[in-house]
């Protein structure tokens, strides 16, 4: 007989990459859970590693596969309704080889643990490249294309949306089907070596725009060296936009 698993985890906190934790310092979810038997059976663990994982990553992105159950401790539970409370350490929740511990309680009183070893991989979408891509590349919709990947294996920093890219550059040369990380791209440089712009010299009493040019690439906001053109001076200045640049006075 099926069982029963209501997906009602309850979060201490909000936020997807921060669940509640444990007084040992370990994420953990509150599952209910219906035991119509009294063996804890194989079955019942991967419904329960299945649900409290989908739980933690409730996003469309993210599939969770239990793909095999090495060990788990049987116990006597009694029928009915019980809780759930499924822990984690920070590494198992990205899923791989993990080891958990079940606690199941009844009218707030625990009646059981099954510590358990198993893999589980929780796939999501990511960001690759549909073929080799340059370095300085600025890059557009047709350079990447979406792939599954297992959460285990991917670095911190991969990218998913293609939001994350718009506008951006590769900063070296990315292979067809590499995972695309935010280390991979840059904003491009509004002002390149060699670009004349305007330099702006002021405070609350003067106000003074000449020409200079830029000795390096800069970006918003970033500190750039320049020429002063008329005085052949080596400044330094804030890049404002494309065209300006704020000279330190």
Same mark, same amino acid.
């Not at 209910?32 to 409730?58: H, S």
């Not at 040369?173 to 390149?192: D, F, S, T, Y």
């Given at each position: 007989?099926?069982?029963?698993?209501?997906?009602?985890?309850? !979060?201490?906190?909000?936020?997807? !990459?921060?669940? /509640?934790?444990?007084?040992?310092?370990?994420?953990?979810?509150?599952?209910?859970?219906?035991?119509? /038997?009294?063996?804890?059976?194989?079955?019942?663990?991967?419904? &329960?590693?299945?649900?409290? !994982?989908?739980?933690?990553?409730?996003?469309?992105?993210?599939?969770?596969?239990?793909?095999?159950?090495?060990?788990?401790?049987?116990?006597? &539970?009694? @029928?009915?309704?019980?809780?759930?409370?499924?822990?984690?350490?920070?590494?198992?929740?990205? =899923?791989?080889?993990?080891? @958990?511990?079940?606690?199941?309680?009844?009218? =707030?009183?625990?009646?059981?643990?099954?510590?358990?070893?198993?893999?589980?991989?929780?796939?999501?979408? +990511? &960001?690759?490249?549909?073929?080799?891509? =340059?370095?300085?590349?600025? &890059?557009?919709?047709?350079?990447?294309?979406?792939?599954?990947?297992?959460?285990?294996?991917?670095?911190?920093?991969?990218?998913?949306?293609?939001?994350?890219?718009?506008?951006?550059?590769?900063?070296? @040369?990315?292979?067809?089907?590499? +995972?695309?990380?935010? /280390?991979?791209?840059?904003?491009?440089?509004?002002?390149?070596?060699?670009?004349? +712009?305007?330099?702006?010299?002021?405070?609350?009493?003067?106000?003074?725009?000449?020409?200079?040019?830029?000795?390096?690439?800069?970006?918003? =906001?970033?500190?750039?060296?320049?020429?002063?053109? @008329?005085?052949?001076?080596?400044?330094?200045?804030?890049?404002?936009?494309?065209?300006?640049?704020?000279?330190?006075?």
């Amino acid at each position: 007989m099926k069982k029963a698993i209501l997906l009602s985890l309850v !979060f201490v906190c909000s936020l997807l !990459f921060n669940p /509640g934790r444990s007084a040992a310092g370990q994420p953990f979810v509150f599952l209910d859970f219906q035991k119509t /038997g009294t063996i804890l059976q194989m079955e019942e663990v991967i419904r &329960l590693l299945e649900a409290g !994982f989908q739980n933690l990553y409730p996003e469309e992105r993210f599939r969770i596969e239990v793909k095999s159950v090495q060990h788990y401790e049987k116990i006597t &539970l009694p @029928a009915g309704g019980l809780s759930a409370e499924l822990t984690l350490s920070d590494a198992a929740r990205r =899923g791989g080889n993990i080891s @958990a511990l079940l606690s199941f309680s009844l009218e =707030g009183k625990e009646v059981g643990r099954s510590r358990v070893r198993a893999r589980v991989e929780v796939y999501t979408e +990511v &960001l690759v490249a549909a073929g080799h891509l =340059g370095r300085h590349l600025e &890059l557009q919709a047709k350079d990447l294309q979406p792939a599954s990947r297992s959460l285990s294996s991917l670095p911190a920093d991969f990218l998913f949306e293609p939001g994350q890219i718009r506008g951006k550059r590769t900063t070296a @040369a990315i292979n067809r089907g590499q +995972v695309l990380r935010a /280390g991979m791209v840059e904003e491009p440089p509004l002002l390149k070596k060699g670009d004349r +712009v305007l330099l702006l010299i002021e405070n609350h009493k003067l106000r003074i725009v000449t020409l200079g040019e830029a000795k390096e690439e800069g970006r918003r =906001g970033e500190q750039i060296k320049l020429i002063n053109l @008329a005085s052949r001076r080596e400044v330094s200045g804030r890049v404002l936009d494309s065209h300006t640049v704020r000279i330190d006075f």
